[in-house]
């Protein structure tokens, strides 16, 4: 009976390993001569250009002092580091051997052009979105780019999860292509449309800004764009549950989105900040624009205007402390480091003041972000243009700097005390590898 029962078991295994391969093989896509950079004409590598940037696909794909597109960044995730892949077109090391059919298969359905499964940090599963012109768009751009004879260092993830033909159960589970549309509702404006278009495409701003499952895929339905851990930070909420004082209107989120501050909501800071200052530099303002007015309809701000009221006062209000001692450790730390920068006495804070009250660190669920601008500051190509912070991981503690945390949520903001600071600064006081790489490259 036992050895009917083992043989059972082991056939059973056979077949599952077996359907497991056939799920996932991929045919090899022939490889071709690196087309020359004069084979495109010089409008369609434009245009790639820009798509390239709005995809923010330089940040990912360039390594600390590595050259630009020609990968090796190490990327953190819940199951290891996996290093992002060479998109030169040397003929070895990056995609000079892909045709344009192997590179649409690559971004659309995550396979290489051996026909091994991507990862799914690349995110195809947004990409699917992308129509014809713009891929081949995007191949024609990184085809005119010097070839640079970069490998890409293996993943660094424990066996089986390193094991690329697992990937295909994955995607059998989680990918579903042009899963995150519509791209077009009734009713919806032809700028609408362009923002879904390149938010939920190549944009892929819901896979920072939504939290994800146990193994690693997107949450659907009203989880998305309800914030979610990255890098170390924490990306607010692209909802109407964005728990800011003053509501992100279109003409905020324009601001934001194109200057990368605004004097209502602060300024833009980690992973965040190369999006706007490289990647969306180069992008028409209708396009910035277009993504305002799509986020602008899921935060429920669609046609409303902000002038100053309650809200603004009270946060206002809040920030008229004076320089005095105080009974608690955090005002006395806030006054001596960050006082004479963070203080506003008029009605309305100025741009170059950025006022705590007012900010998604500060008032997030999650205090990741305000730790890390507290420990590490922000350079000076973040946050308001030409400024900078400097960080205070040299100068406090853990426990000075989640006291200064604590205080400054309790006095600037109506939200819940956060609870472990002190461990969670102790976490986030060294960089990962991959924060490292973003701010040594700016």
């Not at 090796?72 to 051997?97: A, K, Q, R, V």
């Not at 892909?98 to 659309?108: D, G, K, P, Q, V």
């Not at 955090?330 to 804070?349: K, M, Q, R």
Request: with cysteine.
């Amino acid at each position: 009976m036992f050895k009917r029962l083992l043989l059972i078991l082991i056939g059973l295994v056979v077949v599952g390993f077996a359907g497991l391969l056939i799920l996932a093989y991929r045919p090899a896509i022939a490889p071709i001569a690196p087309p020359s950079a004069s084979s495109f004409p010089t409008e369609r590598i434009a245009r790639g250009k820009i798509l390239a940037g709005l995809g923010d696909c330089a940040v990912c794909h360039t390594r600390k002092d590595g050259q630009t597109y020609a990968g090796g960044y190490p990327m953190e995730t819940g199951f290891g580091t996996i290093y992002s892949s060479n998109l030169t077109p040397d003929p070895d090391t990056g995609i000079g051997h892909w045709s344009e059919a192997a590179f649409a298969r690559a971004m659309r359905q995550g396979v290489a052009r051996d026909g091994s499964h991507l990862f799914p940090a690349f995110p195809y599963d947004h990409f699917s979105l992308v129509n014809d012109e713009d891929i081949g768009d995007l191949y024609a751009y990184f085809m005119s780019l010097a070839p640079v004879k970069a490998a890409t260092p293996p993943v660094d993830m424990p066996f089986p999860l390193s094991w690329r033909t697992l990937q295909a159960g994955w995607k059998l589970l989680f990918f579903h292509p042009k899963a995150y549309g519509p791209l077009t509702a009734p009713g919806k404006s032809p700028e609408w449309e362009r923002g879904a278009y390149l938010a939920e495409g190549l944009g892929h701003c819901s896979a920072c800004h939504s939290p994800r499952n146990a193994l690693g895929g997107e949450k659907t339905g009203d989880a998305r764009y309800s914030g979610a851990q990255i890098d170390r930070w924490y990306a607010p909420p692209l909802a109407a549950t964005n728990p800011t004082p003053i509501p992100w209107t279109e003409d905020e989120l324009y601001g934001y989105l194109r200057t990368g501050a605004t004097a209502l909501h602060g300024s833009s800071a980690g992973p965040m900040a190369p999006v706007i200052y490289e990647g969306l530099r180069e992008a028409p303002d209708s396009d910035i624009r277009a993504l305002a007015v799509y986020f602008a309809d899921r935060f429920g701000t669609t046609g409303q205007q902000y002038t100053p009221d309650a809200r603004l006062s009270k946060v206002m209000d809040s920030n008229k402390l004076g320089s005095a001692h105080q009974p608690r450790q955090g005002a006395n730390l806030f006054n001596a480091a960050c006082a004479s920068c963070h203080y506003n006495s008029a009605a309305v804070p100025t741009l170059v003041r950025p006022e705590l009250g007012l900010s998604s660190a500060l008032n997030a669920s999650d205090p990741s972000s305000l730790i890390q601008i507290i420990l590490h500051g922000i350079n000076i190509k973040e946050g308001v243009p030409d400024t900078m912070m400097p960080g205070f991981s040299r100068t406090l503690d853990d426990a000075q700097v989640a006291e200064l945390a604590s205080w400054l949520r309790s006095t600037r903001t109506s939200q819940p005390p956060w609870q472990d600071l002190e461990a969670q600064v102790a976490k986030l006081r060294t960089l990962p590898a991959s924060a490292e790489s973003q701010k040594s490259s700016q």
